[in-house]
């Protein structure tokens, strides 16, 4: 008797393992500390039977949010039918032997189209990538960014990917060109802060048109395709809203409310966006 208790008392310890979830109280509470830059805290946890048949993909298309026991699942993109829904278990970083170090307590590998391009790289296409890397942080964290060599930088490590952002998104370069839209921002800049959120967004595997100077006077705002929602896709298009205030105004409606979907995707809902962000989206 005492041996079939812990057996059952394993194996109810190892289901709630692979399928409970950590959570905050509120996303919105969570994703504000994110973008702080404080470390994030589970609060509660755990589980819901449904969510937890979501299976892991660095390339998710759905993501989940909570207020208080309630776990909200919204679309990042467009999904056609019979398409399964994926999120992620652990927060993809673009390198296959780290992102797999995180799964294997699930046990499983993870075969999305950035793990496997990690995968399939060559060593030395790598060491060149991550050299540049170096080169890049070091530029960043000069007391004087020379933005200049930053964006040469940063072309020569795009030269490094075999597949456009789109089809592979390069979330190594997201962070890079996010400090480089801020940088442009303090210096006022904004055509430069518009170009770099942009770039900081494809690299994500956004597809947006009609969205970058010069303006094409028969090609209209649009997000042709959304691409993987991290929390900062949010400032990314509070960025763009502020740099279209000084110069292209009648893009400012369409930044807003690709702004605020990202807030309600991310957070769960979109009625605290401005309390968030700010009447006018002003980070400051």
Known sequence: MLTQISSKSFLVERVISLTG?????????????ATKGSENRHHSCGVWSMASRINHSCISNVRRSFIGDLQIIRATCD?????????????PTGDHYEMQKGLDHWGFQCKCAICLD???????????RNDLLGDLEATLNATNVNTAKAERIL????????????????????EPYARLALIYSEQRNEAKVAAMSLKALESLGFIIKGAELPFSPVEPFRVEKWGIMRDDVISMWVHLWNAYSAFAPHLLPQAADCGKLAYSISVGEDVT??????EQGDLK
């Open 21 to 33: 979830f950590g959570c905050p109280l509120t996303t919105k509470e969570n994703h504000l500390h």
């Open 155 to 174: 072309n020569a490590i795009g030269q490094t990917y075999k597949h456009p952002p789109a089809d592979v998104p390069r979330l190594l370069l997201r």
């Open 79 to 91: 999904i056609p039918a019979d398409t399964e829904l994926t999120f992620w278990y652990k927060v």
């Open 273 to 278: 966006f401005k309390e968030s962000y700010g």
């Open 118 to 128: 990690s995968k399939n790289t060559p060593k030395k296409l790598l060491k060149k």
